[in-house]
């Protein structure tokens, strides 16, 4: 698959499990984002990521950790979770990133994750 | 973020008629106008976009017109097909998306 890419598309995790979420994107782009998608909130911004350093944080709670070790990767650390986090977890990414303000993103298939 | 607001949330048209869906923002300093659509069980996908410096943006079957100094853009839809039905979003500040609205086009 080429563009952007997410595994696992699907996640059953229980409240004490520990896991994470993969993003990987073919596309040369400079920034990468992480977006919950819910009944309640249909897009919601997570996380952004410009050149590898976060420059957005919209209030997540500290039981999702990010993580961008390049520009191409981004990981989303899950740890002791609620029912109410599952949801589809969209990666994106832009190829000039947040600063440009005019920058297409395309985004993954999703992570559809499940908290029991 | 940014206070962005989607109207109608929901809209049901019967195939041929047209549709327009309305976007409104706050942040003055926006210059990029995009329109997205994701179709149940897709990703979400830009269909059409327009920078401050044009009014309007015409593509096919869909357009975009923008009024900056009232902080509004709509998506228009003209002759639509089923194959429209989907969630239509907005994103006038970057990375902060509209509520999305759902386009039913009943054949």
């Known amino acids: 698959e080429t563009g952007v890419t997410q595994t696992p598309r699907h996640l059953v995790m229980g409240m004490t499990n520990k896991k994470s979420l993969k993003c990987e994107q073919h596309?040369?782009?400079?920034?990468m984002y992480w977006y919950k998608q819910s009944a309640k909130k249909p897009l919601e911004l997570m996380f952004v990521y410009n050149f590898k350093e976060q420059t957005e944080n919209n209030s997540v709670p500290s039981r999702f950790s990010p993580e961008c070790p390049n520009s191409s990767h981004l990981f989303l650390h899950l740890h002791t979770l609620q029912p109410e986090d599952s949801a589809l977890y969209l990666c994106a990414s832009s190829p000039k990133g947040p600063t440009s303000g005019n920058d297409e993103q395309f985004f993954g298939p999703g992570t559809r994750l499940t908290v029991l | 973020g940014e206070n962005v607001e989607q109207h109608p949330s929901t809209l049901s048209v019967q195939e041929g008629d047209s549709a327009v869906i309305k976007c409104t923002y706050s942040?003055?300093?926006?210059?990029?106008f995009p329109w997205y659509k994701q179709e149940l069980g897709k990703r979400p996908q830009l269909i059409i976009d327009i920078r401050s410096n044009v009014g309007e943006k015409k593509d096919q079957r869909i357009a975009v017109t923008l009024n900056k100094t009232a902080k509004h853009f709509s998506l228009h839809i003209t002759e639509t097909q089923p194959e429209d039905s989907a969630v239509y979003f907005c994103?006038?500040?970057?990375?902060?998306f509209g509520s999305g609205t759902k386009l039913n086009v009943k054949p």
């Open positions: 942040d003055s300093a926006s210059n990029y």
């Open positions: 994103a006038p500040n970057k990375f902060y």
């Open positions: 596309l040369g782009h400079n920034a």
